[in-house]
């Protein structure tokens, strides 16, 4: 069976990232590296290795320099090409024009408005939501793995993480249905449930794929938990109108809106890179 195919992204970066302050007082959190490449450029490529042909970035105040970022920088490739060197590494931030849209979120009202404010460029094609917090390490990359199931299942998919018992209280965790390898029918979804109450291991994080029916139920929805519009809800909502599912990524997760998190994933990226992986690992021994 055929899908609409999935060409658009939204990518939600109006967000004030408290949690790192004073870092981020003057520069976007979703700026941050991991090694030598900001969070917001390593979801831009999980999604064009998935085939995505537009980003959409909903921004707030204060953002320019994701802009910036993937925007030609003409005076640093003058003097680059003037020095004689290679012009290779900026490759991954320059996109084809026209393939990235930025509209602005006024007001930090939740992840679900975020989205909202994204409908026009949407229109009526399904799309996917990444959250740069959310740094995910493993080949392929993790909107690949969901969008290989979309084009067997479509409908909405959610990304899955299992965690332990104890912390299912810290997560939206899905009520499960029939399980079919790393995919499972999403029954229902409850936001942060009491410890002990929850009706699976099986976390939702921040990697979506929508139908654009979503927006329709975004444009009435009341505000939920913490004031703010929550996208949880509105896909709780679609349940049973819609086929869902969850995808359980194959690979590792590491949680960049936190600062242990974000720690962890320039070690691990680190290990990875054959250009300083020994002089990292050596450091690691003597601290031990």
Known sequence: MMFK???KAV???????????PATKAMPKEMLPVVDRPLIQYAVEEAMEAGIQQMIFVTGR????IEDHFDI????EATMNERGK???VLDATKLKPGAIAYVRQQEPMGLGHAVW???????DEPFAVL???DFMLGKPGCLKQMVDAYNRVGGNLLCAEIVPDDQTHRYGIITPGEQDGTLTEVRGLVEKPKPG????NLSVIGRYILQPEVMQVLDGQEAGAGGEIQLTDAMARMIGNQPFHGVTYQGKRYDCGDKAGFIQANIAVALEREDIAPSVRSFLDTIR
């Open 197 to 200: 109450t929850a009706p699976s």
């Open 5 to 7: 195919p999935l060409r």
């Open 131 to 133: 959250l740069a917090d």
């Open 86 to 88: 290679s012009l290779d």
């Open 11 to 21: 990518f939600p970066v109006g967000g004030l990232g408290t949690r790192f302050l």
């Open 73 to 76: 920088a003409f005076e640093l």
């Open 62 to 65: 204060g953002k320019h320099a």
């Open 117 to 123: 404010c994204a409908r026009d460029i949407v229109g």
